[in-house]
């Protein structure tokens, strides 16, 4: 089994930036698919970016120009660099990966506020 261990989250200002990372254990191999979720209070849970062992990334449109997602393949670790940051990105972000089952961190608080 997969386990998935998020940092990098915190307070940050609107029109700031953050870098979260997240470190898969458990797993000999690549894991095929690993992203980020993200679940604001009151909300459903989203999807922000996904990226696949190749390199082929789904994005949201919500973040799309303003987050970009990498992945280091040999440490089965994904990457969040956020860029203008905005209240309404404020929520929990979790790590997910897919391989063998899904697999999810327990997440990293981002709070965007002045």
């Known amino acids: 089994q997969v386990q998935l261990v998020e940092s990098g989250g915190g307070l940050v200002q609107p029109g700031g930036s953050l870098r979260l990372s997240c470190v898969a254990a458990?797993?000999?191999?690549?894991?095929?698919?690993m992203g980020w979720y993200r679940q604001a209070p009151g909300k459903q849970r989203e999807l922000v970016a996904t990226?696949?062992?190749?390199?082929?990334?789904n994005c949201a449109d919500s973040v799309k120009g303003r987050f970009t997602i990498s992945r280091d393949n040999p440490k089965n670790t994904v990457y969040l660099q956020m860029l203008s940051l905005k209240s309404e990105d404020t929520a929990v972000y979790y790590c997910?990966?897919?391989?063998?089952?899904?697999?999810w961190g327990q997440g990293t608080q981002v709070t965007v506020s002045s």
């Open positions: 997910y990966a897919f391989d063998v089952g899904v697999s």
């Open positions: 458990g797993i000999g191999g690549s894991i095929h698919v």
């Open positions: 990226i696949d062992r190749g390199g082929w990334i």
